[in-house]
């Protein structure tokens, strides 16, 4: 991505993102709404990532942009992911990391006009957002990014397509009037990610593989939560348990995406 600033500063900007935990608080506008952006947790990060790409090409047609405003949405994409690495990192001790962030967003022309996107992206088409702006008066990279925020957590927890694009119009036709919601779905339901389920037994896990129930042994012990994200750690260190052999009966996953 094109970056009027440098990757110097980029890293810096995750780097205070992601230090202090302890900004939370403080009332920033900025890290308030990166904090509320941030409000998914594994194993649903890794998907959502990979949800906004997929759906970005198709949604930023439905919506015309240009190449200038294609690029302002793929580093507002980036910010989201900084949002969150903010939200889940532990802290870190930086007790300036506040004052430097604010500075950081101040100074680059970029990010502040991101940000503002960001911030307004929160309006609701009947005005009763926190800037009273409506349809009319959103602007239309704001609309688009809420857009894909909403479509990007559809498949979310296993749930079923019918009840996950249920919820997705339902939300949309707060930010979009009726008829371009309607418009919308049937252009990207042909490209949103679709939720599976598989049966399999547990010595066959795969990296990213998602655990949607409780995998408990014979002997009662708790080896795997549901929703956990598998990673190649996570197997390695069950397969070396014996209780792990134990269990018979297949168990029910969502692939990697």
């Known amino acids: 991505m094109e970056s009027t600033f440098t990757q110097a500063r980029e890293a810096d900007a995750i780097k205070l993102f992601a230090g202090n935990q302890s900004m939370r608080g403080d009332g920033s506008v900025l ?47 980036g910010l989201t992911f900084v949002g969150r690495l903010f939200h889940e990192t532990p802290c870190e001790q930086d007790p300036y990391a506040f004052e430097q962030l604010e500075w950081l967003f101040r100074e680059s022309e970029t990010l502040s006009v991101l940000a503002t996107a960001m911030c307004l992206s929160m309006e609701r088409a009947d005005g ?3 800037y009273c702006l409506n349809l009319d008066t959103i602007p239309l990279l704001s609309t688009v990014y809420r857009v894909l925020l909403e479509c ?10 019918t009840a996950a694009v249920g919820r997705l119009t339902r939300r949309l036709n707060d930010y979009l009037d009726s008829d371009r919601v309607q418009k919308l779905m ?12 598989e049966w399999i037994n547990p010595m066959q896990l795969v990296p990213r593989m998602v655990v ?3 995998v408990i042994s014979p ?31 297949n168990i029910s996953v969502r692939p990697p995406m």
């Open 152 to 161: 990007s957590q559809v498949t979310l927890n296993g749930k079923e397509m």
């Open 128 to 130: 009763s957002g926190k």
């Open 219 to 249: 002997e009662g012990i708790l080896l795997i939560a549901k929703n956990t994200r598998m990673t190649e750690n996570m197997i390695s260190t069950l397969l070396n348990y014996d209780c792990m052999r134990g269990i018979t009966h």
């Open 31 to 77: 890290l308030s709404l990166l904090s509320r952006l941030a409000n998914c947790k594994e194993p649903e990060f890794e998907e959502i990532a990979d949800n906004l790409f997929k759906l970005n090409a198709p949604v930023s047609r439905f919506f015309q942009l240009d190449k200038k405003q294609l690029s302002a949405l793929e580093k507002m994409i």
């Open 186 to 197: 049937k252009v990207i339901l042909s490209d949103m990610p679709k939720s599976s389920v």
């Open 212 to 214: 949607l129930e409780d």
